[in-house]
């Protein structure tokens, strides 16, 4: 019997026991009354191979996490090396040495102010541990006032209370709003739909001005920011130029607040560069990575912070001023190995090299689609392509959510092995960073031709 083969039976089986008992994220279960959801059987490189035997692109890179491809040979071999030494240990009182070294690497790789490493265990983790170490910092440095955080329209930075209460997205929110805390909002620098009604390329970031009148106004309650740089991910993949951060980071030094940068969707490689701080050479207070971190493989974040953070909690135990908080698979042992097996492959393989050709045929291949009826906005930065889609290019009209553009353009991209997961009627491809030029040739006519003939033919 071959060990790989799913007989038609066990799959009915199995789908009948999905549909029983299991409850998916972000998911509507009623669209799957009479729909499978796709059944991954394995993975190996940018490809899923599903119960079928069919094969799709993994253009999302498994929810932004997959860097090196799946089942990459050398990050498997550090997990098992590493699953007959030490699997998990609690991470207070205690120490190991992937820990130690994860560390090390990622104090070397970050900005040199960002030396101190307070490992978690997901994305929305790695966020509640900047502000609760922010807001803690200012209770016991003398302005225990700066209680409030800025954030942006259309950010994200997760799902747990105080993750989502700096979240901008109000589709995600809705019944959860009596239970977030209040934050003040500023515009995203969404440059297709600009705030301020300047125009991209040709403004002087006036959509800043909010946030500097909020500044001036309350400066002194304000503990810090938190936003993604270079990249909003899930608020609709908007992207915008490095300058809005070099002036947002003025403003905000200007009046001695915290700076948190969100890179669990674009640190490792994501943008272009390492980390998206490079693109506008501007170093945060707080620095939130996760997803790419073990190259997609495990949960593992961490949240980097300054000496000069640091050293507000360092002092006499009863001084009170320990950090309180902690994840039980805080520095998971198998999530240290895998990332450091994910860095050793930065270095050894020249991922980052091999990039700059792979963003160009990406970038370059994007801009076609604006020729398509309902493109709106072609936009992209690294290995992320997004197309805004709208019902009419000129007013830039939204398509009524009841008519579900994105979900039906999803349907039809499985049918072409392509996840396309919209966010909303935004559709794109966050690739691997493994995925070679011919591939994305291949993923970009593949993308062009599906949303081509949906619009041709709705
Ligand atoms: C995904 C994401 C998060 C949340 O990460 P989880 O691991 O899902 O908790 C936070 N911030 C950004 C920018 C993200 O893309």
């Known amino acids: ?5 799913t007989s038609t039976n066990q799959i009915l089986r199995l789908f009948e026991l999905d549909r029983k008992h ?11 009354e009479k729909r499978d959801p796709l059944f991954v ?3 190996e490189g940018i490809y899923l191979y599903d119960i079928h ?6 253009t999302i890179s498994s929810w932004w996490c997959i860097l090196h491809g799946h089942n990459h040979p050398r990050i498997k071999q550090a997990i098992c090396d590493q699953l007959n030494s030490l699997e998990q240990i609690h991470f207070a009182g205690t120490t190991h040495e992937g820990a130690i070294r994860l560390a090390g690497c990622l104090a070397e790789i970050t900005p040199p102010e960002l030396t101190r490493v307070f490992f978690s265990d997901d994305g929305s983790t790695a966020c509640e541990v900047a502000i609760k170490m922010s807001l803690q910092y200012w209770k016991q440095s003398g302005a225990p006032q700066r209680e409030l955080f800025v954030s942006l329209e259309h950010g994200y930075h997760g799902d ?8 901008g997205v109000p589709a995600f929110k809705g019944p959860f709003d009596c239970l977030t805390f209040s934050s003040p909002r500023i515009p995203a620098p969404y440059c297709y739909r600009c705030p301020a009604s300047m125009h991209a390329g040709n403004c002087d970031f006036q959509c800043l001005e909010p946030l500097e009148h909020l500044l001036e106004k309350e400066g002194e309650r304000i503990a810090g920011i938190i936003l993604e740089p270079m990249m909003m991910g899930a608020g609709g993949m908007i992207m915008y130029p490095a300058g809005y951060l070099r002036r947002l980071s003025d403003i905000c030094r200007g009046h001695h607040m915290h700076i948190i940068f969100d890179e669990v969707a674009t640190g490792f490689g994501r943008t272009g560069k390492m980390f998206a701080l490079e693109h506008a050479g501007v170093t ?5 990575i996760s997803k790419g971190l073990t190259a997609g493989v495990l949960p593992l974040a961490a949240t980097l912070t300054t000496e000069q953070i640091y050293s507000a909690f360092y002092a006499d135990y009863t001084e009170g001023r320990t950090f309180f908080h902690g994840h039980t698979f805080t520095a998971n042992p198998l999530g240290c190995a895998a990332a450091l097996a994910s860095l050793r492959v930065f270095r050894e393989e020249g991922v980052m090299e091999a990039l700059p050709a792979r963003v160009k045929t990406l970038q370059e291949g994007k801009d076609r689609f604006a020729e398509l009826e309902n493109v709106g906005d072609a936009r992209g930065i690294g290995m992320v392509a997004a197309f805004e889609l709208v019902k009419d290019k000129a007013g830039k009209t939204p398509f009524d959510p009841a008519e579900r553009v994105g979900w039906k353009i999803y349907l039809k991209g499985l049918e072409q092995g392509l996840i396309l997961r919209p966010l909303g009627d935004v559709i794109y491809l966050l690739l691997p960073l493994c995925t070679t030029k011919d591939e994305i040739e291949l993923i970009l006519e593949k993308t062009y031709g599906v949303l081509d003939n949906f619009f041709k033919q709705p």
């Open 41 to 43: 059987k394995r993975a």
């Open 160 to 167: 747990t209370i105080g993750a989502m209460s700096l979240g």
């Open 22 to 32: 299991l409850w998916h994220p972000y998911t509507q279960m009623k669209d799957y």
């Open 284 to 288: 945060p207070d707080f620095l939130c």
């Open 1 to 5: 019997m071959n060990p790989h083969h």
């Open 53 to 58: 035997g069919r094969k799709y692109f993994d």
